[in-house]
């Protein structure tokens, strides 16, 4: 894996889908919770003349083991769709890691860069309480959530 770049995120405002999701699934199972989540998100968004600049947020471990909460939804300043919510994501300093996997298989390449890529680079991980996520997925334009296929960008943020 190459190493990562370092870029700066935010401020930015993402509206979408905010859920919580049970962390004891295989990665099939979060695999499939996922894609019903983005599904409902892209049939239900209000400017879907393009699904170009999409993200996906992973806040953190909600109750700290087995449950998480995740974000899906693209950058929007426009009023909010019944049944969503805005995301306000800080400036941050981020670690850049490019995947172009199958999606089904992101949560073993998130692991790795956690447990490997960010001590390999001596990264530290922004302390939990400056409100900042675990990380964030900037989707490529060519990524095609009805299909889950294409590539993105795994930003985590990191101390300077």
Known sequence: MPSP???KLGPLRLVGVMRQHHAAQDNNGIFLALRAQWNDY?????????????????????????????FCGAPSEAPLPAGFVALQLPVMRCAVFAYAEPIADLRN???????????????????????????????????????????????????A
């Open 109 to 159: 390449f998130v692991r790795k860069v956690f447990m490997q890529e960010l001590p390999t680079a001596r990264l530290s991980l922004l302390p939990r309480d400056v409100g900042a996520p675990e990380f964030v997925e900037r989707y490529w334009d060519d990524f095609d959530h009805s299909i889950a296929v294409g590539g993105l960008d795994l930003l985590v943020p990191v101390q």
């Open 42 to 70: 892209i049939m239900r968004r209000a400017e879907a003349s393009t699904l170009q600049n999409n993200f996906g947020v992973f806040g953190c471990m909600a109750d700290g083991a087995t449950h998480f909460d995740y």
């Open 5 to 7: 770049r370092i870029e």
